[in-house]
């Protein structure tokens, strides 16, 4: 991966259908991602309150 990209794969499972958690290095927020086909689509992950969840991301240098 490119030091310039804004998504870090935090989780992978699957082959065909795939279902993923990237997070924004930027923001923190994590967002789920899941393909199956020749569909997919992408969500903020949330917590019980509604709220995105957030990561602590570590600056790279």
């Known amino acids: ?3 310039n990209e ?3 794969i935090i989780y992978s499972q699957g082959v065909m259908t795939i279902t993923e958690i ?3 290095k930027v923001t923190g927020v ?3 991602f899941h393909t ?3 569909a997919g689509g992408l969500t903020p992950l949330l917590d019980k309150d509604g709220k995105p969840v957030v990561s ?3 600056k790279e240098k």
């Open 22 to 24: 990237w997070v924004d």
């Open 1 to 3: 991966m490119a030091k």
């Open 56 to 58: 602590l991301m570590i």
């Open 36 to 38: 199956g086909g020749h």
């Open 6 to 8: 804004r998504f870090e």
């Open 30 to 32: 994590n967002y789920l």
